[in-house]
């Protein structure tokens, strides 16, 4: 939408491999200008007329928030039809409410969302700590005996769907929102042998910290609702099963289920060693990482991964008292 300007859109090999037809197709419905190049695309920024574009089981929520957010400057504003499976509708349903929050108001429909052309407004905003990143933390507590830890001003209040981080790791770990953020505790009185089947299909990004917490405690789990799970950095997938494979896990993974049978006797774990290379995904870094709780050392090539989400994770680490080299 940024008229009289030309970009050339591209990327590690791995983001050019990602889906992206189905958006494209959208925007030049919508009249945009996108030319697709040997190095990625090449974009002409122009008014665009908007109008009517439908979606069927989207592999990514993300489709829908882009459009949504450049809905109001389109012309004849923006009709967008969403059937099939719903991926992540929480992030959906943020995307929406922060409009209204900037003073564009989307209309619900049966089957989708209308948003009227219009200016957005200005208006304060506070961003808030991100729920998928308190995952990482809700895993290492669950994984550590006695463990306590606080995340500065992260509350209950959010738009976000990833807080049901709270629920899925309750059998583990015990939540209380305080003024000063959310602190988590180790249960003690956890018994749980087996995990599932969970649905995770408003939630995906919260699979990979989930299923490690649960290998790590030794715990059976199914999972269902993860198709586009292997079109993110890496096939998260995949990669999970064949890192917790080498741990001596059995993993299963068909269609969008992944299923775990976990290993019960670790022997002595604490002498083995885990070498993982995260493959560009900063999800597999951070959700791996904390097993060093259980074995004798992790180590993490491409450590640089975790900077797309959560830059001071390794810093944070160390206050929690890893040793981090």
Known sequence: VQEGKEYLLTGV???MERPHDDLVQALRTLGAAIEKVPEGYRVKGTRL???TVHFDSPISSQYLSALLLIAPVMENGLRMHWTGTRLSE????MTLKLLAHFGVFPYMEMDGVRVEPGPFLKASCTVPPDWSAAAFWYEQVALSAGSEVLLAGLDNDTLQGDREAQNLWAPWVETTFTPEGARLKHRDD??????GPVDLRPYPDLFQPLVVTLAGRGIDASFEGLDNLRVKETDRLQAVALTLGKLGHACQVKDGTFTLKAKKDPGDATSRTLDLDPQGDHRMAMS???LA???GSVTIQDPAVVDKSYPAFWEDLRKAGYAVE
Do not use: C, E
Request: proline share 14%.
């Open 13 to 15: 090999p791995r983001l």
């Open 293 to 295: 709780l259980k074995l």
């Open 90 to 93: 929480p992030y959906v349903r």
């Open 190 to 195: 956890a018994n749980a042998t087996a995990f």
């Open 288 to 290: 791996f990482a904390p």
């Open 49 to 51: 007329k908007g109008g």
